[in-house]
């Protein structure tokens, strides 16, 4: 009999094949991208509320339905399927309430009916979400559970797979990804929020960017005045690559493992690199407009743009859980990163560039803290309990950057420093105006301490099978719909095609490579209006 661990992840999922009885990682499963249209969690959420939560359960079933396939055990031999992931995520595969969750204010929680869901843990049969789309009879789902409902698994995961929650000194906690989940603590005060960081903090929404897997960039380093890549291998351990020139891209010497992308670690370690070495002297101009890491792998000044926007939002989150907890700067004694960012980026390179606080005395780097946490409860589903009560014990206030004028005057600073090069000192100045605070320039480099080698520890004896495209496709009908293309042409992506059938023509969406709420170009630019998200529906075709 087996068990899986899944995370459920705002940029993919990852799933371990687990044996029940020795404990063994057989195989890990990831997705190269989220099944649901949308670069962010918040798109996520708007495809559910606007399209139908009938819907986004769907797609999100198939997808481990399909990552389920791609593990190769008989579903009959699966015991359990412990899951873990952000509320949103978590609210989406079981088909719950996630009104509350889009909603904030009291008054319309209030008119919707919607006040104070409950997302306690629980064990129920997997027949109850999959009966119509494979055969799991014999298994159960375990969901561990929230602290408040808007702080989900994946905080309570990062601070108790962490040394976070039994730290007696100021401490934060930053589970790194396109929604960047934090925390902070100070004495028994713990204060929670997220920063909507976009998909280029895990290598999403850059040409050449991928998640992190087999063939990813995932650091770079000076060498001999040349860039030495570091890239993943097929066990996702760091692998020399080529050693290149940067400007022309003329391979110097040859690696031992050939880059296919570069992951978010990679582009922050690039962008560290030229600023460092005075390649780039004014944010974000590059030599030639862009550096080269290989065949048709090449950053460039708007993926700076992109990476620096990602960056800016943390940063900005975490200096506004500072001012929250009125904690000074060189009074953070600890910063604990988690995720794949967390796992594979240069910690000093990523202080420098402020991704990091630099401001910690010691950064410890973790690993993927959801998927240990589902690992931990799928092996032992009666840890469910203490898990229950610990969660239960954390008391934490949670802080909407959203709402937070505080983050808004920092994230001011941080868009004008990445997308105009502002200098430091007029960051400083700007500060003041907003009377906060001036950034902590001067401080000692942090200690860095890295307790992995790669964010899943142990992805099995037969390694890390990818799942490239999931395959899982919407429909709605095009009513008025002339056949001029222009959906089509106007999708960044190619993930939409218009297609002629008896009844009419109907449009087909990619769900995996669709941008959501984050594009509608096709919406923006039918001019008969016959484009209509909040009617699609899932079919199945062949990849």
């Not at 909507?196 to 380093?221: K, T, Y």
């Not at 222009?486 to 008896?502: Q, Y």
Request: glycine share 8%; charged share 25%; aromatic share 6%.
């Amino acid at each position: 009999m087996y068990v899986i661990a899944l995370d459920l992840g705002t940029s993919g999922f990852r799933a371990q094949l687990i044996d029940q009885k020795t404990h063994k990682t057989i195989r890990t499963v990831i997705t190269m991208g989220h099944p649901l249209p949308g670069g962010n969690v918040i798109d996520h959420l708007e495809f559910a509320i606007v399209t139908g939560e009938d819907v986004a359960n769907e797609v999100m079933l198939r997808t481990v339905t399909k990552m389920l396939d791609a593990m190769g055990a008989d579903p009959k031999d699966i015991a359990y399927i412990s899951i873990c992931g952000n509320p949103i995520q978590l609210s989406l595969f079981q088909n719950i309430e996630i009104r509350d969750l889009a909603y904030a204010g009291k008054t319309k929680q209030m008119k919707l009916g919607i006040e104070n869901v409950q997302r306690d843990a629980r064990i129920f049969p997997a027949d109850e979400l999959f009966k119509d789309i494979c055969g799991l009879s014999g298994c159960q789902i375990i969901v561990p559970p929230a602290i408040k409902h808007e702080i989900g698994a994946d905080a309570l995961a990062m601070m108790t797979e962490t040394d976070f929650v039994n730290e007696t000194k100021p401490c934060m906690v930053t589970d790194y990804g396109t929604n960047a989940e934090m925390a902070i603590k100070v004495g028994d005060k713990i204060i929670t929020a997220s920063a909507a960081a976009g998909p280029a903090i895990e290598g999403q929404g850059i040409p050449c960017g991928m998640l992190a897997a087999p063939g990813a960039i995932s650091d770079v380093n000076l060498e001999n005045g040349y860039w030495r890549l570091t890239v993943l291998d097929e066990m996702m351990q760091s692998a020399k690559g080529d050693l290149i020139d940067p400007v022309t891209g003329e391979i110097i010497e040859k690696g031992d493992i050939d880059a296919v992308g570069i992951t978010g670690t990679g582009v922050i370690s690039c962008i560290s690199i030229v600023l460092k070495s005075g390649l780039m002297k004014t944010i974000p101009k590059l030599p030639n407009g862009k550096v080269i890491l290989g065949k048709d792998i090449e950053i460039t000044e708007n993926d700076v743009i992109e990476i620096g926007k990602a960056i800016g939002a943390i940063r900005a989150a975490q200096l506004t859980l500072m001012e929250a907890a009125g904690l000074d700067y060189d009074k953070l004694e600890y910063s604990y990163i988690s995720g794949a960012t967390g796992t594979y980026v240069d910690g000093k390179k990523a202080a420098y560039l402020g991704s990091v606080p630099s401001y910690a005395k010691n950064v410890i780097q973790f690993g993927n803290t959801s998927i240990g946490l589902a690992r931990k409860l799928a092996l032992h589903p009666e840890k469910l309990e203490e898990i229950s009560k610990m969660a239960k014990k954390i008391q934490a206030d949670h802080l909407m950057m959203a709402t937070s004028q505080t983050f808004k005057d920092i994230y001011v600073c941080e868009l004008s420093y990445w997308e105009q090069g502002m200098p430091m000192e007029m960051y400083d100045e700007m500060l003041r105006m907003f009377k906060l605070r001036p950034f902590p320039h001067d401080e000692t480099s942090p200690n860095i301490e890295r307790r992995v080698v790669r964010d899943i520890d142990d992805v099995g004896e037969e390694g890390v099978k990818m799942v490239e495209h999931i395959g899982v496709f919407l429909e709605a009908p095009a009513y008025d719909c002339i056949f001029c293309r222009k959906c089509e042409k106007s999708c960044p992506e190619s993930a939409i095609t218009i297609n002629r059938g008896d009844d009419g023509n109907y449009i087909v969406i990619d769900s995996q490579k669709c941008l959501g709420s984050s594009c509608k170009r096709c919406i923006a630019n039918c001019p008969k209006n016959a484009v209509d998200h909040k009617i699609l529906k899932v079919v199945h075709k062949a990849q």
